[in-house]
């Protein structure tokens, strides 16, 4: 954490002061940091909300969203919509660049892939644990250091991201407040992820920490694996453990998110209201 | 058309190179017209979808939005991500950024507001012809002149937005493709726009057109009055004229457009299919 070394690009643009209030911050700010932990430079887009006068000094949570180049901006854009209209507070989004993504986003090593088959586009995934690292260790502090951060942590994903965030969820309670899981492939690796589960989810505090996870009308096992799960954390969950399952029937693998991430939002502010400003 | 005088802001970035390829067009160009017309200057966000090498020549369809500095960028996301999915075709929005929002966005002086009282704030109501000859004699030339643009066009809008797409759609059916009206203000002017329809409807040719209208839980009389609209355009509607309304119950009238737009584009666009590019 105190060793790596940091390179940030920041877009900015001449004519931004004549951008209407709401939109000024829609801000692509790239970042590039390089990981001591991956020993790889990382990209990651940063949303910032606009805020109102009355929130200018407010810490913020902070949203770290998987597969950024994918769904970054719709997630930007829904935190952007939503704050403004005082329905969710103002969020920061921290969207990562994959660079290895069956490595990252994969909680253990398997070369079969969906259609059962040995893959050799497979032979690095099972990066979870270090992946985790990188933005326990190395991430997070850069958002603390580089913006004002509140201690809320959001953890975003979908599909092999989906599997990161619960498996992450199960070993790593404590690294975020909210998971959203969207369509995960819990076919991955012989079902580990939902085996995890199985033997996990008794033992697990997750006391106050909210849960979203969802899918569509999808191939393969992922309905019926996640019907699986859910059995789990519906029998498992302690009361103070808030989640949500939503199923997506008209949507596929790649549409779905995005209904899920407007809906996993929702979910996770249900019962915030807005003290700090004025309609 | 010819004598308008057109100025540009085009924000660029130097760091722009090396953005990963999804997002290098998420570019919130403010272009800023002089509209001779109006008399005024108007800013308008242009985004310009990310196009594969397939379609790098192709002409795209416009959607032109109203409230732009509200729904432009859930707007943009939403393209950006669907048309990179193949689900639905690359569309540029052009998003028009309010100045009078009460003239513009009105088919009829009224001074009478939502709460049935006098309101001052309406005296300038009542612009939408004006407003319908600035997209059409300038803004739509503008695009058609600078950006690589096919024939097909949307119009979209919410609240009085919505009533201004309708009252277009009745007055001026050739003037778009497809039409977007998200809970349309129908009691405006003493529901001006639904006798309008009322009186229009049944001699209105709208052949191959599209059309898409939608309201959530809103107080006053929104639900009912596009209830007693949906009525007439079930029993107007030509054959070829596909139509689709959706109720969302546990939206508010602010939070609708999130949903509502992302299932108007899906209507739109649900018997496309991509010829030019592969998955």
């Not at 931004?16 to 001591?36: E, G, M, T």
């Not at 000094?57 to 770290?64: E, F, H, R, S, T």
């Not at 996990?200 to 505090?205: I, R, T």
């Not at 029937?249 to 779905?256: A, Y």
Request: glycine share 4%; hydrophobic share 40%.
């Amino acid at each position: 954490m105190k060793h790596f070394i940091v390179f940030f690009i920041f877009l900015t643009s001449q004519a931004s002061a004549q951008l209407p209030k709401l939109y000024n911050h829609i801000s692509n700010d790239v970042h590039l940091i390089h990981s001591q932990v991956l020993n790889q430079d990382r990209q990651v887009y940063i949303h910032v909300p606009q805020l109102d006068s009355a929130d200018i000094n407010k810490a913020l949570p902070v949203l770290y969203l998987l597969d950024g180049e994918n769904h970054f901006h719709i997630l930007s854009a829904y935190i952007e919509y939503l704050s403004h209209w005082h329905v969710i507070p103002p969020i920061i989004v921290a969207g990562i660049i994959n660079v290895d993504r069956v490595k990252d986003l994969t909680p253990t090593n398997s070369l079969i892939n969906f259609d059962g088959k040995v893959d050799s586009n497979y032979k690095t995934s099972g990066g979870n644990e270090q992946f985790f690292d990188f933005i326990h260790q190395e991430l997070m502090p850069y958002m603390e250091a580089n913006y004002k951060t509140s201690p809320v942590k959001i953890f975003a994903g979908h599909s092999f991201g989906g599997i990161t965030v619960i498996n992450c969820m199960l070993m790593h309670p404590d690294m975020f407040d909210a998971y959203i899981a969207i369509s995960p492939s819990l076919w991955f690796g012989n079902k580990y992820v939902l085996r995890l589960a199985e033997q996990k989810l008794p033992g697990v505090s997750l006391t106050d920490k909210k849960f979203f996870y969802s899918n569509g009308n999808e191939d393969g096992s992922f309905r019926d694996d996640l019907l699986r799960f859910d059995k789990l954390v519906t029998r498992d969950s302690l009361k103070t453990f808030e989640h949500e399952y939503k199923y997506y029937p008209s949507e596929d693998h790649m549409t779905e998110p995005i209904p899920a991430y407007y809906d996993a939002l929702r979910f996770i502010y249900k019962n915030w209201a807005d003290t700090s400003t004025k309609k």
